[in-house]
Nanobody
C-alpha cells in the first residue's frame, strides 16, 4: 500500500492550496480517508476526513469553513482544498487511510495506512 501526498508549498496568508493524495495497492473505494497535520514541535492533529462514499465529511474546528475534503474513487485520490490560509496552518500534512471501522474518524490511531507528508508553509 502506498499513499503519496503532494501539492504542498509556500503561500501567503489568505491564499489557497490544494493537496492531493494518490493511493495504490489497496481497495481505495472502501477506505475512509483522512488528513492530519503536524506543526514543528507539536503533536499530530486531525484536519479532515471523508467516508468511503463521500456521504459524510468531518473537520477540525480550526479549519471548518476554510478547508474542503473530497475524493475521486475512480482516480484513487483524495483532495484537501485549503482556502483563506493562515500562518497557523503551517505544518506537514499527512493523508491516511482506514480500511476497517475503528471508531472516531478524528483519531489518528484508527488509520492503518499513512502517506509521507507534504509541507505547507503559510507566510504572514
Amino acid at each position: 500500500v502506498q499513499l503519496q501526498a503532494f501539492g504542498g508549498g509556500l503561500v501567503q496568508a489568505g491564499g489557497s492550496l490544494r493537496l492531493s493524495c494518490a493511493a495504490s495497492g489497496m481497495n481505495f473505494a472502501i477506505a475512509a480517508m483522512g488528513w492530519f497535520r503536524q506543526a514543528s514541535g507539536k503533536t499530530r492533529e486531525f484536519v479532515a476526513a471523508i467516508t468511503w462514499s463521500s456521504i459524510s465529511t468531518y473537520y477540525a474546528d480550526s479549519v471548518k469553513g476554510r478547508f474542503t475534503i473530497s475524493r475521486d474513487n475512480d482516480k484513487n485520490t483524495v483532495y484537501l482544498q485549503m482556502n483563506s490560509l493562515k500562518p497557523e496552518d503551517t505544518a506537514v500534512y499527512y493523508c491516511a487511510a482506514r480500511t476497517y471501522y475503528s471508531g472516531s474518524y478524528r483519531n489518528s490511531g484508527g488509520y492503518n495506512y499513512w502517506g509521507q507528508g507534504t509541507l505547507v508553509t503559510v507566510s504572514s
